[in-house]
T-cell receptor, first 118, second 114 residues
Framework: AQKVTQAQTEISVVEKEDVTLDCVYE???????LFWYKQPPSGELVFLIR??????QNEISGRYSWNFQKSTSSFNFTITASQVVDSAVYFC???????????????FGTGTLLAVQP | DAGITQSPRHKVTETGTPVTLRCHQT?????MYWYRQDPGHGLRLIHY???????DKGEVSDGYSVSRSKTEDFLLTLESATSSQTSVYFC?????????????FGDGTRLSIL
């Protein structure tokens, strides 16, 4: 069955530290997509990134980077030089054809609460 | 801004009463979704729609119904609300062509059932 596991329930760091949020996924499909979303304290959900299973290149966007490793079924998210504004709940999600990729259905992990202390 | 409006944003009601939440989009996207968010569970899909009058169940559909009579509106109804349905409800739309597109979310509705 399709599943997304975010084993880190809460992480607390001090500003300027680097932090990695783990995401492990399960799917029997060979074509799938992985996503990260951010939910700041204000409550809205913000789309961050989508990667497909054929592209294992790491992605960097400013202080954010994503490491996709099919060998370990992981799609980890690293924030470099964290800031207080990075404090949020971060969700990893999976979409594949078995779970209804044509309908864009997402399977979410339970989220990781990141607290960045000043 | 994906042009999604959820109403109401907050609601408190009593057990046994009917409740309807509305999701309105301005951009004629085909796919719309309703989720609930609860501590320890992340986001769970309740129902989704792939067109006018075309809907299907998600992971946690019991106790909920939906309707989509116009492209822009997707309604979620709790026929007889229970305390277990106290939650934050999010509407989402999928933007882009083809499958596996990212979803963009409304601001959520906080529903409390006493």
């Amino acid at each position: 069955a399709q599943k997304v596991t975010q084993a880190q329930t809460e992480i607390s760091v001090v500003e300027k530290e680097d932090v990695t949020l783990d995401c492990v996924y399960e799917t029997r499909d060979t074509t799938y997509y992985l996503f990260w979303y951010k939910q700041p304290p204000s409550g809205e959900l913000v789309f961050l990134i989508r990667r497909n299973s054929f592209d294992e290149q790491n992605e960097i966007s400013g202080r954010y980077s994503w490491n996709f490793q099919k060998s370990t079924s992981s799609f980890n998210f690293t924030i470099t030089a964290s800031q207080v504004v990075d404090s949020a709940v971060y969700f990893c999600a999976l979409s594949d054809n078995l779970s209804g990729g044509a309908t864009n259905k997402l399977i979410f992990g339970t989220g990781t609460l990141l607290a960045v202390q000043p | 801004d994906a042009g999604i409006t959820q109403s109401p944003r907050h609601k408190v009601t009593e057990t046994g009463t009917p409740v309807t939440l509305r999701c309105h989009q301005t951009e004629n996207h085909r796919y719309m979704y309703w989720y609930r968010q609860d501590p320890g569970h992340g986001l769970r899909l309740i129902h989704y729609s792939y067109g006018v009058k075309d809907t299907d169940k998600g992971e946690v559909s019991d106790g909920y119904s939906v309707s989509r009579s116009k492209t822009e509106d997707f309604l979620l109804t709790l026929e007889s609300a229970t305390s277990s349905q106290t939650s934050v409800y999010f509407c989402a739309i999928a933007i882009g062509q083809g499958g596996n597109q990212p979803q963009h979310f409304g601001d959520g509705t906080r529903l409390s059932i006493l």
